[in-house]
């Protein structure tokens, strides 16, 4: 090499290392960021409380009135602001819920005061002011859409839902041990030796469950010690409610809080350029949900493929944040749910007979004529719940109540009910597909999948909203000196791996898709669960691919706790810690250890694992709703529905041929000590 050639290769590297660092710093937050993030994390501490941190008070005094500083200022702020003026405001001790009609307004108009701010010191006095004068339900439902939908904002952290609320995620004996709980008294009693009568303790040596953290958070070459060196971390055993088979599902936070996050998202958009896509997405992760549910039922010798309506109205274990107790279903919701669906199944199958539907503005359609039946779909399958506004939501019942949903049973039956009438319409009207289903010369020889091993994973999940505020001032001055974490068990599973083997006749890319379902069965009577789909290259002849669990699309892992963000915030304000920007975890993501429903005991639970290969279009698309923002439409792999096939019902022979393999798998659940040895 010449010296002119060395020296232009030497640039060229030092031009890359520059590129890496500046990459890396780009990843990094400033002092800018986390003077905003340590505002979001104050502020939100225990929101259902009044707020005592003096500068955010006296900043809170008034909302910016000023129109010149909001981008725009519409109906939904006049309307807000008059109640404001005529002192109609929501109470703050009154449940909220935004499926009631007034409190959905008051919210519309609260989110757009937010939504619409020009600066950021404008939104922060916005929120100071309406933390102290706003409903807290409705203030964080507001926020919470602000922070979702706002791209200059988006890479602040906001504190998962069942840490900022934590009553509904929690049963009624944890939620009020944990609100009667005395710091003050507890310490007392540690240091003269008397013992307490409380089921909260001191963790020692210092730890949070689990340790295996995404990048390390929690690991021993992270830097938690330090962030944590001041802080107490209390655990308060907190009993799984299991009243039923179902409990280690249905009662999970991770589970409850994903209905939530992907509601929120579709809720509120600014722009829907491709509502008929968002609709396509929202319908199948209901399916997907469903789905899933139904498996769980198979693994617990259930009754799975129709779901009855249960009438019963048992004893609730759940409390909202003001202390009511949640009931699981008035009979006026359960009526007027019903008729719902009652008059969506004649439509539909009015649809289907007349081959016509009578839009909204009194317009009769054929449905079998352009994309006429697309106009009926949007009018039968509406999919923002916003839109379900009912006069009786102002009563707390879990059916209702984003946080609790998919905690009541009859929720899975309705929703079983609204996807096969979706299914039923889309099979009578979808025309065919734009593109060829089956890869050309190419076949799935062999499928084989790692053991699946299920087990009960002890974890904390921070309560620590729950404690008194006054615990957290020392001299007027805000601190977090320590933390209650609530033990509970969930249903985890060991990393596994699924290998295809497929023979090509050249090079060609398809995307592989592969579900999860019951061992045997009507194909359109048996759920199937998406467990991944993913792009691959096929090359002449043979190819072996290894799929990791871990990989999985759409699938996100644990995240860090309230306390220890905070913790970790205050440690980078120090010049102690370069905080990244991708410390949390995606909230429209679903647990990843929540794929495989858990495996039999004594005997394996038997299963069927179908994969499914399709030709790649070079269609496609990268979106953002895995942060729950769709503003920029959904990611998919091609011009296929979401859920293809199963976005209506499939004929059998769909499912046989050399693109498709069905191979028999056995779940196993294991104990946690025979796991974790």
Same mark, same amino acid.
């Given at each position: 090499?010449?010296?002119?050639?060395?020296?232009?290769? =030497?640039?060229?590297?030092? $031009?890359?290392?520059?590129?890496?660092? &500046?990459?890396?710093?780009?990843?990094?937050?400033?002092?800018?960021?986390?003077?905003?993030?340590?505002?979001?994390?104050?502020?939100?501490?225990?929101?259902?409380?009044?707020?005592?941190?003096?500068? @955010?008070?006296?900043?809170?005094?008034?909302?910016?009135?000023?129109?010149?500083?909001?981008?725009?200022?519409?109906?939904?702020?006049?309307?807000?602001?008059?109640?404001?003026?005529?002192?109609? =405001? =929501?109470?703050?001790?009154?449940?909220?819920?935004?499926?009631?009609?007034?409190?959905?307004?008051?919210?519309?108009?609260?989110?757009?005061?937010?939504?619409?701010?020009?600066?950021?010191?404008?939104?922060?006095?916005?929120?100071?002011?309406?933390?102290?004068?706003?409903?807290?339900? $409705?203030?964080?439902?507001?926020?919470?859409?602000?922070?979702?939908?706002?791209?200059?904002?988006?890479?602040?952290?906001?504190?998962?839902?069942?840490?900022?609320?934590?009553?509904?995620?929690?049963?009624?004996?944890?939620?009020?041990?944990?609100?009667?709980?005395?710091?003050?008294?507890?310490?007392?009693?540690?240091?003269?030796?008397?013992?307490?009568?409380? !089921?909260?303790?001191?963790?020692?040596?210092?730890?949070?469950?689990?340790?295996?953290?995404?990048?390390?958070?929690?690991?021993?070459?992270?830097?938690?010690?330090?962030?944590?060196?001041?802080?107490?971390?209390?655990?308060?055993?907190?009993?799984?409610?299991? /009243?039923?088979?179902?409990?280690?599902?249905?009662?999970?936070?991770?589970?409850?809080?994903?209905?939530?996050?992907?509601?929120?998202?579709?809720?509120?958009?600014?722009?829907?350029?491709?509502?008929?896509?968002?609709?396509? @997405?929202?319908?199948?992760?209901?399916?997907?949900?469903?789905?899933?549910?139904?498996?769980?039922?198979?693994?617990?010798?259930?009754?799975?493929?129709?779901?009855?309506?249960?009438?019963?109205?048992?004893?609730?274990?759940?409390?909202?944040?003001?202390?009511?107790?949640?009931?699981?279903?008035?009979?006026?919701?359960?009526? !007027?749910?019903?008729?719902?669906?009652?008059?969506?199944? =004649?439509?539909?199958?009015?649809?289907?007979?007349?081959?016509?539907?009578?839009?909204?503005?009194?317009?009769?359609?054929?449905?079998?004529?352009?994309?006429?039946?697309?106009?009926?779909?949007?009018?039968?399958?509406?999919?923002?719940?916003?839109?379900?506004?009912?006069? #009786?939501?102002?009563?707390?019942?879990?059916?209702?109540?984003?946080? %609790?949903?998919?905690?009541?049973?009859? #929720?899975?039956?309705?929703?079983?009910?609204?996807?096969?009438?979706?299914?039923?319409?889309?099979?009578?009207?979808?025309?065919?597909?734009?593109?060829?289903?089956?890869?050309?010369?190419?076949?799935?020889?062999?499928?084989?999948?790692?053991?699946?091993?299920?087990?009960?994973?002890?974890?904390?999940?921070?309560?620590?909203?729950?404690?008194?505020?006054?615990?957290?001032?020392?001299?007027?001055?805000?601190? @977090?000196?320590?933390?209650? &974490?609530?033990?509970?068990?969930?249903?985890?599973?060991?990393?596994?791996?699924?290998?295809?083997?497929?023979?090509?006749?050249?090079?060609?890319?398809?995307?592989?898709?592969?579900?999860?379902?019951?061992?045997?069965?009507?194909?359109?009577?048996?759920?199937?669960?998406?467990?991944?789909?993913?792009?691959?290259?096929?090359?002449?002849?043979?190819? %072996?691919?290894?799929?990791?669990?871990?990989?999985?699309?759409?699938?996100?892992?644990?995240?860090?706790?309230?306390?220890?963000? #905070?913790?970790?915030?205050?440690?980078?304000?120090?010049?102690?810690?370069?905080?990244?920007?991708?410390?949390?975890?995606?909230?429209?993501?679903?647990?990843?250890?929540?794929?495989?429903?858990?495996?039999?005991?004594?005997?394996?639970?038997?299963?069927?694992?179908?994969?499914?290969?399709?030709?790649?279009?070079?269609?496609?698309?990268?979106?953002?709703?895995?942060?729950?923002?769709?503003?920029?439409?959904?990611?998919?792999?091609?011009?296929?529905?979401?859920?293809?096939?199963?976005?209506?019902?499939?004929?059998?022979?769909? $499912?046989?041929?050399? !693109?498709?393999?069905? &191979?028999?798998?056995?779940?196993?659940?294991?104990?946690?000590? /025979?796991?974790?040895?």
């Amino acid at each position: 090499m010449t010296k002119g050639g060395a020296t232009r290769l =030497l640039l060229f590297l030092l $031009l890359l290392l520059l590129l890496h660092l &500046q990459s890396l710093c780009d990843q990094l937050a400033n002092q800018y960021y986390l003077n905003k993030q340590r505002f979001m994390l104050e502020i939100l501490h225990h929101v259902q409380e009044p707020l005592l941190h003096e500068q @955010w008070i006296a900043l809170g005094q008034r909302i910016v009135s000023d129109k010149s500083q909001y981008v725009h200022y519409n109906d939904h702020m006049r309307q807000f602001y008059q109640l404001l003026s005529t002192g109609r =405001l =929501l109470p703050r001790d009154v449940y909220y819920n935004p499926q009631q009609p007034e409190h959905y307004r008051e919210t519309l108009g609260l989110f757009h005061f937010f939504y619409n701010t020009r600066e950021w010191s404008t939104l922060r006095q916005n929120i100071c002011w309406a933390r102290l004068h706003v409903n807290p339900a $409705l203030f964080l439902h507001a926020l919470m859409q602000t922070m979702l939908k706002r791209e200059d904002y988006q890479p602040l952290i906001m504190p998962k839902i069942y840490e900022l609320l934590p009553a509904p995620y929690h049963s009624e004996r944890v939620v009020r041990e944990a609100s009667k709980f005395n710091y003050i008294n507890w310490i007392r009693q540690e240091l003269m030796g008397s013992g307490n009568e409380s !089921h909260v303790q001191l963790v020692l040596p210092k730890r949070l469950l689990p340790t295996n953290m995404t990048a390390d958070l929690r690991g021993s070459t992270s830097k938690w010690s330090d962030a944590m060196s001041e802080v107490q971390v209390l655990s308060l055993k907190a009993t799984n409610v299991a /009243e039923e088979k179902l409990g280690h599902l249905i009662e999970d936070h991770g589970w409850l809080a994903y209905w939530y996050y992907i509601n929120m998202g579709v809720d509120l958009q600014q722009q829907q350029p491709e509502t008929a896509r968002i609709r396509d @997405w929202w319908y199948w992760r209901l399916g997907q949900i469903l789905a899933r549910y139904k498996l769980e039922r198979y693994g617990q010798r259930m009754e799975y493929k129709r779901l009855s309506m249960s009438k019963e109205q048992g004893k609730s274990h759940w409390l909202t944040w003001q202390g009511q107790r949640y009931q699981p279903e008035g009979e006026a919701t359960r009526q !007027h749910l019903t008729d719902l669906l009652h008059q969506l199944e =004649l439509g539909v199958e009015q649809a289907i007979a007349t081959q016509s539907y009578r839009l909204s503005n009194g317009t009769v359609v054929d449905l079998r004529k352009y994309q006429n039946w697309l106009l009926g779909l949007e009018e039968l399958f509406p999919y923002d719940l916003s839109q379900l506004q009912l006069p #009786f939501a102002g009563e707390p019942q879990q059916l209702l109540e984003l946080h %609790t949903m998919l905690r009541q049973p009859n #929720f899975y039956s309705y929703a079983d009910r609204l996807i096969r009438a979706y299914r039923s319409f889309r099979t009578e009207f979808q025309p065919s597909y734009h593109q060829s289903v089956r890869p050309m010369g190419m076949s799935i020889q062999e499928v084989s999948v790692d053991p699946l091993i299920t087990f009960d994973e002890p974890v904390d999940v921070d309560l620590s909203n729950v404690l008194h505020a006054r615990n957290f001032y020392y001299e007027k001055h805000f601190i @977090w000196p320590h933390s209650l &974490q609530a033990r509970r068990h969930r249903l985890q599973q060991l990393p596994f791996a699924i290998t295809f083997h497929l023979e090509s006749n050249r090079t060609q890319s398809v995307i592989l898709r592969t579900y999860l379902t019951t061992f045997g069965g009507a194909i359109n009577e048996e759920p199937f669960y998406q467990l991944d789909s993913f792009l691959t290259i096929l090359y002449m002849g043979n190819n %072996t691919i290894r799929r990791e669990s871990r990989d999985f699309l759409g699938m996100i892992g644990d995240h860090i706790s309230y306390t220890e963000l #905070f913790h970790y915030v205050s440690l980078a304000e120090q010049e102690q810690y370069d905080f990244p920007l991708n410390i949390t975890t995606p909230s429209c993501g679903f647990p990843r250890r929540l794929i495989l429903p858990r495996g039999g005991t004594a005997k394996p639970l038997s299963m069927r694992l179908l994969t499914l290969a399709t030709p790649y279009t070079y269609k496609a698309r990268q979106g953002q709703e895995m942060y729950c923002d769709f503003g920029d439409g959904i990611s998919s792999w091609d011009e296929l529905p979401h859920g293809y096939p199963f976005e209506r019902f499939v004929e059998p022979q769909e $499912l046989i041929g050399s !693109h498709t393999f069905w &191979q028999e798998v056995e779940l196993q659940h294991k104990g946690y000590n /025979e796991v974790e040895n």
